[in-house]
């Protein structure tokens, strides 16, 4: 049993990717922790809190992140992120559940140093899939645990072009600087960027299979995704039809990591200049390598398509 902490900037493809950790039969979700990027942290969590009731899982614990970036006082919403992901995150529609559990008083940080003390280095895996600025605090507070820390995160290209900037992905141009000193921290670190991620598609048809399981929840998930897929293809009319499954790439290759095929490369986030957020190999250490970071350049797409329609529609099945 992998235990998983998923660091989440509660839009689309992260309430994917939290429904794929709960169907996931060898995964133990012990805490979701909020970040900012596709939302506010306060959004984000609120997101997470009623979608953890949703699934039936509302004892999972819920901690609030830094809400701005490492270089800034304050945080908004890029237009792009608000473009892909709706005004709540979630394409605007209305979780179909109430929350009745609330924020923990711990702070993310707190809590993701607890836990990789008190957990083995193999038993424990963070998945982050937006902003590595809470993560790289906890690491600034207590580098003591950039050892025992594992870490498989959606975000960052290195063969591909970046979804924002020519160069930059996303989540890491969210906080470069926060992204930058995760990868120079020593962790063990799978980047699960662009490279993978846009080799997966979700389709129309395959949105409609959790309508059609006939509950509030799959009707919920399917105009969510009929949403993505809209905006995705609008903003890409010349790609494949569908919409990537960027955040539940990164869970399913933290449970199993035969999926992606790697390249060890230590890495760094360019943080100045028209390159700022792009993630490239680290000169510095291409003669003294740590073999502790990997970058996911292959994925065995057929499989973890199913895998991830056979879980999440069971999943859905079982909610109301």
């Known amino acids: 049993m992998t235990k998983l902490i998923l660091d989440l900037d509660t839009g689309i493809d992260d309430t994917l990717a939290l429904a794929y950790a709960l169907a996931s039969p060898e995964a133990e979700l012990i805490g979701v ?4 990027g596709n939302v506010t942290v306060e959004q984000g969590v609120a997101n997470d809190l009623a979608l953890l ?3 039936g899982r509302p004892e999972v614990p819920v901690f609030a992140g830094i809400d701005h970036p490492s270089w800034a006082d304050s945080f908004e919403v890029m237009p792009e992120s608000a473009r892909f992901h709706g005004a709540n995150g979630l394409s605007g529609a209305r979780v179909p559940a109430c929350a009745h559990s609330s924020v923990q008083a711990t702070s993310a940080v707190d809590f993701i140093i607890d836990a990789v ?3 083995e280095p193999d038993e424990l895996v963070i998945v982050p899939t ?3 600025t809470t993560i790289a605090a906890a690491l600034q507070a207590a580098p003591d645990v950039a050892r025992r820390m594992h870490v498989v995160m959606m975000g960052g290209a290195l063969t591909q072009p970046g979804n924002v900037t020519p160069f930059a992905e996303a989540n890491v141009l969210q906080d470069p600087e926060a992204t930058n000193a995760l990868f120079a921290a020593g962790t063990d670190l799978t980047m699960v ?3 993978v991620t846009t080799q ?4 129309r048809a395959q949105a409609e299979e959790f309508r059609a399981t006939g509950t509030a929840t799959g009707a919920f998930l399917s105009d969510m995704l009929t949403y993505y897929i809209d905006v995705t293809e609008e903003a890409h009319p ?3 039809p569908g919409c990537n499954l960027h955040d539940p790439l990164a869970v399913a290759a933290a449970l199993d990591p035969g999926l992606v095929g790697t390249f060890t490369c230590d890495l760094m986030v360019e943080t100045e200049g028209a390159g700022r957020g792009r993630t490239i190999g680290d000169p510095a250490r291409v003669t003294c390598p ?4 990997r970058v996911a350049l292959t994925v065995d797409a057929e499989r973890f398509v199913e895998r991830f329609m056979e879980r999440t529609l069971a999943l859905v099945r079982r909610c109301a």
């Open 290 to 293: 740590s073999g502790r970071s």
């Open 238 to 240: 010349t790609g494949v």
């Open 130 to 132: 937006g902003a590595s």
């Open 193 to 195: 960027g662009l490279d």
């Open 117 to 119: 003390r008190s957990h």
């Open 200 to 203: 997966v598609k979700l389709t």
């Open 33 to 36: 922790t909020g970040t900012f």
């Open 53 to 55: 009731e949703l699934f």
